[in-house]
């Protein structure tokens, strides 16, 4: 595979980057797709890739796949209002009967699981909270990996989590859309 755009240095770096480029791309991109749009998941997980290869990978730090989803998220924080605009249009979506762009932007966020309730329902947690929810239900992380990726400790994940499971249920009917056994 050829380097990725932008990352020039040693040979040995460079393979290094095409590795962790090769092995994580595809994950991440999803993820962004799934938190955002596809329309911007494209340039977000390139923006990901670079600020990750400008920062340094720090062995130390942990395992790169979380350390990249941290990047990520924090990258989706600064789409964070119209992610936000979003969430609340989704839950609103069945009682719109204008058929707009944005209309099918919400229509291909709801095709990829989530209802209006369960958007409006995410609309209305704290965006911490959302943020550890979406890294687990969507991204697929453990409670370790999303202390990871957010720079958190697993005890504040685990409290977050519960929190917005709790506000989910209750705003879903007592249904709870996280159910699994992921840890």
């Known amino acids: 595979m050829a380097t990725p755009p932008g990352l020039t240095g040693p040979p040995d770096l460079r393979a290094d980057w095409e590795e962790i480029f090769t ?3 595809a994950e991440i991109h999803r993820y962004i797709a799934r938190r955002l749009s596809a329309d911007v998941a494209d340039d977000t997980a390139a ?3 670079l600020a990750a290869y ?3 990978y720090d062995p130390s730090r ?3 796949r979380p350390w990249l989803y941290g990047i990520a ?3 989706i924080a600064r789409h964070h209002r119209s992610e936000l605009r979003k969430w609340k249009a989704l839950g609103r979506m069945a009682e719109r009967e204008e058929h707009s762009h944005e209309d099918a932007t919400l229509a291909r966020v709801a095709a990829s699981g989530l209802t209006g309730r369960l958007a409006g329902a995410l609309a209305g947690l704290k965006r911490r ?3 550890v929810v ?3 239900a969507l991204g697929g992380l453990s409670h370790a990996e999303v202390a990871a990726a957010l ?3 697993a005890g504040t994940v685990a409290s977050r989590l519960n929190r917005a499971r709790g506000q989910l249920r209750k705003a879903l009917g007592d249904v709870n859309p996280l159910e699994d056994n992921r840890g």
Do not use: C, S
């Open 151 to 153: 720079d958190i400790p």
């Open 47 to 49: 923006e990901v890739f």
């Open 134 to 136: 979406l890294l687990h």
């Open 62 to 64: 942990g395992a790169v």
């Open 23 to 25: 092995a994580h791309f």
């Open 54 to 56: 400008r920062g340094g």
């Open 73 to 75: 998220t924090h990258l």
């Open 129 to 131: 909270d959302r943020d």
